[in-house]
């Protein structure tokens, strides 16, 4: 479909902008924003059960430490909220994903210049409906890499069309999604989600210092398989103990806890979703419901 035959407003509604709603067709930032050129910005994505955003602060502390790690002052957090609260009314929605950008703004300074900072503030949203995953996701193996040495890989910075390129690269393998390995060749994430698996009755994922987000739902996942008994491994690990794995799955804010079916048209031992990621699905789902019934 050509970009003149979209209707951004029907599929976005309306749009804040610093401040103001617009409709999505019309919403317009400078084009001398650096968010548009050079990708100089922080942004996350947040799923909306019953017109509650899950994990709000948690989403805005990350923001926080993204803002830092480039220099940008970060927006007060309670506009933030309100605007947040204002997209959602504005388009009369209740189950919903969630998109707050940040980025430097126009300033005018050179392209390295970080010391101006004017933040441009963009809320959006849209309506929102679980995925289904039917016998599991299929991964295949990127030949994009994940840089762990690089600040910018622990946060949810602007400029990913690494990411998008490598989702693309699988999507044309006949692939769901890709699985990116750090320069060091250890198992680091997904194009948009963590990766967990088990094995043997433990709960094995990269760690942080593998240049991996620290995601909030792969937060939640540790949290309770530690209260469920479940033992949990972080580390450093090669592509083949992913592949030997009994289970495994994403986890991110929309996909919530997804299990992966095979890897490299290799499929894992328990059929997809197996015992534990189940599991995981049910109690993951149940803390959701818990700010809707507030």
């Given at each position: 479909?050509?970009?003149?035959?979209?209707?951004?407003?029907?599929?976005?509604?309306?749009?804040?902008?610093?401040?103001?709603?617009?409709?999505?067709?019309?919403?317009?930032?400078?084009?001398?924003?650096?968010?548009?050129?050079?990708?100089?910005?922080?942004?996350?994505?947040?799923?909306?059960?019953?017109?509650?955003?899950?994990?709000?602060?948690?989403?805005?502390?990350?923001?926080?430490?993204?803002?830092?790690?480039?220099?940008?002052?970060?927006?007060?957090?309670?506009?933030?909220?309100?605007?947040?609260?204002?997209?959602?009314?504005?388009?009369?929605?209740?189950?919903?994903?969630?998109?707050?950008?940040?980025?430097?703004?126009?300033?005018?300074?050179?392209?390295?210049?970080?010391?101006?900072?004017?933040?441009?503030?963009?809320?959006?949203?849209?309506?929102?409906?679980?995925?289904?995953?039917?016998e599991g996701l299929r991964l295949a193996v990127s030949t994009f890499?994940?840089?762990?040495?690089?600040?910018?890989?622990?946060?949810?910075?602007?400029?990913?069309?690494?990411?998008?390129?490598?989702?693309?690269?699988?999507?044309?393998?006949?692939?769901?999604?890709?699985?990116?390995?750090?320069?060091?060749?250890?198992?680091?994430?997904?194009?948009?989600?963590?990766?967990?698996?088990?094995?043997?009755?433990?709960?094995?994922?990269?760690?942080?210092?593998?240049?991996?987000?620290?995601?909030?739902?792969?937060?939640?996942?540790?949290?309770?398989?530690?209260?469920?008994?479940?033992?949990?491994?972080?580390?450093?690990?090669?592509l083949g103990e992913l592949g030997a794995a009994d289970e495994a799955?994403?986890?991110?804010?929309?996909?919530?806890?997804?299990?992966?079916?095979?890897?490299?048209?290799?499929?894992?031992?328990?059929?997809?979703?197996?015992?534990?990621?189940?599991?995981?699905?049910?109690?993951?789902?149940?803390?959701?419901?818990?700010?809707?019934?507030?």
């Amino acid at each position: 479909m050509h970009a003149d035959d979209l209707d951004l407003t029907e599929i976005w509604g309306q749009i804040y902008v610093n401040g103001k709603l617009a409709a999505a067709g019309g919403a317009a930032i400078s084009a001398l924003d650096r968010g548009l050129l050079y990708g100089d910005g922080v942004f996350e994505t947040i799923r909306v059960y019953s017109g509650r955003p899950f994990m709000l602060d948690a989403h805005l502390e990350r923001m926080a430490e993204g803002c830092s790690v480039i220099s940008l002052p970060m927006p007060d957090p309670k506009e933030i909220k309100r605007g947040a609260e204002r997209v959602l009314e504005a388009n009369g929605l209740s189950d919903a994903y969630l998109r707050i950008t940040v980025t430097r703004g126009a300033t005018g300074s050179l392209w390295h210049d970080l010391a101006q900072a004017s933040p441009t503030i963009i809320i959006m949203t849209k309506p929102f409906s679980p995925q289904e995953f039917g016998e599991g996701l299929r991964l295949a193996v990127s030949t994009f890499r994940s840089d762990e040495q690089s600040p910018l890989s622990r946060i949810k910075q602007a400029g990913i069309l690494w990411k998008i390129l490598a989702r693309a690269e699988a999507k044309r393998a006949g692939m769901d999604d890709a699985v990116l390995l750090n320069t060091n060749g250890h198992i680091a994430e997904a194009t948009s989600a963590n990766i967990l698996w088990m094995r043997s009755g433990t709960l094995y994922t990269p760690s942080l210092n593998c240049g991996i987000l620290s995601g909030i739902t792969r937060r939640i996942v540790i949290e309770i398989a530690r209260e469920q008994g479940i033992a949990v491994v972080e580390g450093e690990f090669a592509l083949g103990e992913l592949g030997a794995a009994d289970e495994a799955f994403l986890t991110s804010s929309t996909l919530e806890v997804a299990p992966i079916r095979s890897l490299n048209d290799k499929e894992f031992a328990d059929a997809a979703p197996g015992p534990a990621t189940r599991q995981f699905m049910e109690l993951y789902h149940s803390r959701t419901l818990c700010i809707t019934s507030h």
